[in-house]
C-alpha cells in the first residue's frame, strides 16, 4: 500500500468499488461523493471512465475540492519545484505521510486558531479544551502515502494538471474533464484555509455536466458537519452557470440552516425508487483482483467458535456467498464445515463471530 498513488486509486480502489456495489446491488448506476483530496482522485476516476465510455456514475458530490489551483489559495502559495522534489523523492522511496504530520501541517496554514489558541488555553491557562464535535473529527485523521500526495499536487500545482485537457494521464489515458457530463453537486466553505471557496467554485467549470453549487459560511470541516439542528448556519446555492464565483455568489440565493436538506432532494431526484430494507443483513464475499489466490485451509484444519491467534487465509474462496444474521440457526464452525473453509477464516472474513447462515455456493441456489 506504500505504493498508492492516484492511478491506483482510480483503478484497483474506485472503480473496483463501482465493480462490486454495482453487483451486489443490481443496480446498473450508482451516486458518488469525494472529499478534498478524495475528491481529487473522484474526479480523475471520472475522466477515466468518460475515455472508455462508463456512464455507470449518475451524479457526483464533491465536498471542499479544488480540481484547479489558478484561483489564490493559501496551499497554492507554499507549494513550489523544491517542495515537488521533496514529495517525489519520498514517494520513490515508499514513505507514509501520517495523519498526524498533515494535520499539524494545515494547523500552521492558520497558527492563531488552531495552535496558538489552544497553547495558551490548555497549556498556560490550564483550561480544558470545551466539548466540540469539529474537534473530534478534526482529530481523526487519516495516513497516505507519499505516492499518493505527490500525484495530487502534481494533479494541482504541476506542469501536467489536471484541469488541462489532455495533460494529466491516469493508468495511460488522457483525462479531459469537459468530457464528463454527470450531474455534480459542489460544496465549499467561505473561511475554508486549505480549499479556497472560489478554487471549489471554479471545480463546477471544469466538469461538463450540470452543477449545483453551494458555499457554506463555515471552514474546511464545518462546512461538512452541519446536520440539520445546527444553529446559525446558513450557506448559498445555485446552479453553477456563472463564469465568475464573485459574480455568482451575487446571485445565488441564500439560505438559513444546514445544506444537508439540500443536498438530500438533489441527490433523491437522481437516484432510483425507494425499495423495502432487506431483512438480513447479507455479507457479499468478492475476489479481490490482482491478487495471488490464497492457500485453500487443510481439510483436517481444527474449527473454533472464536479465532485469537493470526490466520495465513483472510480472503473467501472464489464463489462463496455467506448472509449474516444476529438470528442465525448455525455458529461459525457449523458453517465452516459445510462450506469446507475453517471457523478462524471465516470470521476474519467477516470481523466478527456471531452466528452465521451460508445461503449458497456460487451456481447453487438463488443469490442472496
Known amino acids: 500500500m506504500r505504493r498508492y498513488s492516484v492511478t491506483y486509486s482510480v483503478n484497483a480502489a474506485q472503480i473496483r468499488a463501482i465493480d462490486v456495489v454495482c453487483e451486489i446491488s443490481g443496480s446498473p448506476r450508482l451516486n458518488i461523493m469525494g472529499v478534498c483530496g478524495g475528491g481529487l482522485s473522484v474526479a480523475a476516476m471520472l475522466g477515466y471512465q468518460a475515455a472508455q465510455g462508463d456512464a455507470r ?60 489558541n489552544y497553547m495558551i488555553n490548555n497549556w498556560m491557562l490550564g483550561e480544558e479544551p470545551p466539548a466540540f464535535d469539529v474537534l473530534a473529527w478534526n482529530a481523526d485523521c487519516t495516513n497516505a502515502t507519499y505516492a499518493f500526495v505527490a500525484d495530487a499536487c502534481e494533479a494541482l500545482y504541476g506542469e501536467k494538471r489536471l484541469a488541462q485537457p489532455g495533460q494529466l494521464e491516469v493508468g495511460g489515458v488522457a483525462i479531459d474533464l469537459g468530457k464528463v457530463t454527470c450531474d455534480t453537486f459542489h460544496v465549499a466553505g467561505a473561511t475554508d484555509h486549505i480549499s479556497a471557496w472560489r478554487a471549489c467554485y471554479v471545480s463546477s467549470q471544469l466538469l461538463g455536466g450540470p452543477s449545483e453549487v453551494v458555499v457554506t459560511s463555515s471552514g474546511h470541516v464545518q462546512s461538512i458537519v452541519c446536520p440539520p439542528d445546527k444553529k446559525r448556519a446558513r450557506f448559498h446555492a445555485g446552479p453553477g452557470t456563472a463564469d465568475d464565483p464573485d459574480g455568482w455568489l451575487e446571485s445565488a440565493q441564500e439560505h438559513d440552516g444546514s445544506w444537508w436538506p439540500h443536498w438530500t432532494d438533489w441527490l433523491v431526484a437522481r437516484s432510483g425508487g425507494r425499495i423495502d430494507a432487506p431483512a438480513t443483513w447479507a455479507v457479499r464475499i468478492m475476489p479481490r483482483p490482482n491478487r495471488r489466490p490464497a492457500a485453500t485451509p487443510a481439510a483436517d484444519e481444527p474449527c473454533s467458535e472464536r479465532w485469537s491467534h493470526p490466520v495465513r487465509q483472510r480472503r473467501a474462496p472464489r464463489g462463496i456467498r455467506i448472509a449474516v444474521t444476529r438470528q442465525g440457526d448455525q455458529s461459525v464452525a457449523a458453517v465452516a464445515r459445510s462450506s469446507g473453509v475453517s471457523a478462524s477464516c471465516l470470521a476474519r472474513w467477516l470481523r466478527f463471530d456471531e452466528p452465521v447462515r451460508l445461503l449458497c455456493r456460487e451456481g447453487a441456489g438463488s443469490s442472496p
Open 57 to 116: 456514475v449518475k451524479s457526483a458530490t464533491f465536498l471542499v475540492t479544488m480540481l484547479d489551483s489558478g484561483q489564490p489559495s493559501l496551499l497554492g502559495a507554499i507549494s513550489n519545484d523544491r517542495g515537488q522534489r521533496q514529495l517525489r523523492d519520498r514517494a520513490r522511496r515508499e514513505e507514509i505521510l501520517y495523519g498526524h504530520e498533515l494535520l499539524n501541517s494545515f494547523a500552521w496554514l492558520r497558527p492563531n486558531d488552531l495552535i496558538f
